[in-house]
């Protein structure tokens, strides 16, 4: 029995896989956000039109006690609004992001010590298997545990004469090599502890492990990385500086004006 198999298709298949995953999570994810400041309902584009158009009120008819009543009201929704934006991009969208960083590094390490696993017995197989037949099942079973792989974190495969596979990440960094894996681990960042960073190192009982967030790439791990990064925390930025931007112009204008006295 014959293995038909083409390493070069192979390779591209895991590749766009990557790709794949990681532009829908990075879709998925900005979609997310999205809806949340676009929606009229959970957005700020209304909340600032109706104080506006209290602001306006006011300037027609200052002395009208109940127009000042009704600006105070509908500044407070907007600062109220501020207030509920900042908390559902800090724990519902940033608690997403890392909830699922944790699921997505279990399941990359389940993946990578079952490729281990199977690398030992590849080898085994091919070294006292009958008649050099290579173990097709084997290895099928390995290439669809790459390909499950790719999907979540591109990954650079290296054949070796005995039958295994060694995996690595970014700049050469290892996942498997022979019948070994070596895990990932979440730790937080250590100047922003609601940040979770990716870490490895080649012994996991040492407490120190080598960050390696910034070489990921492809899969679903590096968009939600990417998608923390690039979306969420820029979003909380500029939400905090419109906030600002906004009371302290208001402040200023407030102070040069007359109050009824």
Do not use: W
């Not at 006292?128 to 790719?150: A, Y």
């Not at 490895?200 to 960050?211: E, G, L, V």
């Amino acid at each position: 029995i014959s293995r038909t198999f083409n390493e070069f298709n192979f390779k591209e298949v895991t590749f766009n896989t990557s790709q794949y995953q990681y532009n829908q999570t990075s879709y998925t994810n900005a979609s997310r956000m999205d809806n949340l400041l676009a929606d009229p309902d959970t957005g700020i584009t209304a909340t600032f039109e109706q104080m506006f158009d209290a602001l306006n009120g006011i300037a027609e008819e200052p002395t009208i006690i109940s127009a000042r009543n009704v600006l105070v009201a509908r500044s407070e929704t907007v600062a109220t609004r501020f207030n509920t934006l900042y908390e559902e991009l800090t724990v519902q969208h940033m608690g997403a992001i890392n909830e699922e960083m944790e699921t997505t590094v279990d399941e990359i390490n389940a993946i990578t010590q079952d490729i281990a696993t199977l690398n030992t017995k590849i080898q085994v197989e091919n070294a006292v298997g009958s008649e050099g037949f290579p173990p097709n099942d084997l290895l099928d079973q390995r290439d669809l545990l790459i390909k499950r792989l790719s999907e979540k974190l591109q990954v650079s495969a290296i054949d070796l004469p005995d039958g295994t596979v060694n995996l690595s990440v970014g700049q050469g960094i290892t996942l498997v090599t022979g019948g070994v894996s070596i895990p990932m681990q979440i730790m937080r960042d250590e100047y922003d502890t609601s940040k979770l960073e990716i870490g490895i190192s080649a012994d996991i009982n040492t407490p120190a492990k080598s960050p390696i967030t910034g070489q990921l790439a492809g899969g679903s791990l590096a968009a939600l990385v990417d998608a923390r990064d690039n979306v969420i925390i820029p979003a909380l930025r500029d939400l905090g500086k419109i906030a600002i931007g906004l009371s302290d112009a208001v402040n200023r204008q407030q102070t040069l004006g007359r109050d009824m006295n």
